[in-house]
């Protein structure tokens, strides 16, 4: 039988990114791919965060993140407020270090009143050398790559921003509404093409409002490796946030919004971290029944 049965969850969303949050700080069980997918059959998320015991001084847990289909992701933004909105009152704390596999996340609520659901996440600084995203080759300046996709002399989509935040991001900038682009059928495509070594995160971006370089509007809409068609990505809403004020779209400052909400993500000019600020609910809350891992051994 599986150690997760019979274990308490939440299951949240980050302005609908579907997040499953599971406290396991007691150390006494890791999760398996074959177990996230057993969850994701019977309790369907984007993300599962799976909280585990600090490993380094001066945290307050160790976060491992995988994606509906087993995989693991380096980052979560959204996966990371839910985080927030259930271990701050646990801990009795309004502000969180965290670490993942590939970096450290800091969190902290937006308002003093804990009874306002609004987090920041500082994401840390984006990569954006070809070999950190990474590239399988140097494709040019990671601002707008030589890529395209679709036929040679009429690609649906090229020269997209490629950007990690802790997962790589492909970011394709488009003059119409990302809802006119069929980026089911698109994303797993691109998502899979060697260029991509670890696979990538699809967006379609517009740039619909700079009239206010601070407060910049840009519409989004994301294929998330490992979970497909989201509502939401903030760790996509960041890259684009990065990408916008790279090519000069926009200032270091956006409202992103996505099919399930608005993110305000600022890229930080004194030390080049990204802030997202968003907030996070809770669905529902459940205990994983021992049927779901039958065949997970």
Request: hydrophobic share 45%; with cysteine.
């Amino acid at each position: 039988m599986s150690g997760l049965a019979n274990r308490p969850y939440l299951k949240m969303n980050g302005i609908g990114n579907e997040i499953v949050v599971l406290d396991l700080i007691d150390g006494s069980h890791a999760v398996t791919p074959a177990e996230a997918r057993a969850i994701a059959a019977h309790e369907p998320f984007d993300q599962l965060m799976v909280l585990y015991p600090p490993q380094q001084a001066g945290t307050d847990a160790f976060m491992r993140i995988f994606n509906a289909d087993g995989s693991q992701s380096g980052a979560c933004g959204n996966g990371t407020r839910c985080v927030s909105w259930y271990l701050m009152p646990v801990l009795g704390k309004d502000r969180l270090l965290l670490q993942t596999p590939t970096s450290l996340v800091e969190a902290r609520r937006a308002d003093a009143d804990f009874a306002v659901d609004n987090f920041i996440v500082d994401m840390g600084p984006p990569a954006l050398d070809w070999q950190a995203i990474p590239l399988a080759r140097n494709a040019g300046d990671t601002k707008a790559i030589d890529y395209a996709y679709g036929p040679a002399e009429a690609p649906l989509l090229q020269s997209p921003s490629v950007v990690s935040m802790g997962n790589p991001h492909a970011v394709f900038w488009i003059d119409r509404d990302p809802a006119e682009i069929d980026l089911a059928g698109i994303g797993p495509a691109i998502e899979h093409d060697p260029l991509f070594p670890e696979r990538v995160n699809v967006s379609i971006a517009q740039v619909r409002d700079t009239s206010h370089r601070d407060t910049s509007h840009i519409v989004l809409r994301v294929w998330e490796r490992g979970a497909g068609l989201t509502r939401a990505c903030g760790s996509a809403a960041c890259a684009t946030g990065v990408a916008a004020a790279r090519l000069g779209l926009t200032g270091r400052r956006a409202r992103i919004s996505l099919p399930g909400g608005d993110l305000q993500i600022e890229w930080r000019e004194t030390d080049g971290h990204v802030l997202m600020t968003g907030v996070a609910e809770l669905e529902h809350e459940g205990r994983f029944a021992a049927s779901w891992f039958a065949d997970a051994a």
